[in-house]
């Protein structure tokens, strides 16, 4: 996760979500790049759910 600028936390949770990341985009375009683009294809990611904080 270190190596994606816009991933600016990241804690290993217990039980269900895995992990908690919080990442910084410019709009809603740049965060579906960088879900299909990036994140999506890194082994073992399976499930998202999604918060948008405005």
Known sequence: MAAFDE???CR???GRPDYFLRVAVGDHAAYEAFL???LSGLT???CKKIKVDS
């Open 7 to 9: 991933v600016i936390e």
């Open 44 to 46: 073992g990611v399976r």
């Open 12 to 14: 290993c949770m217990y």
């Open 36 to 38: 299909t683009g990036k």
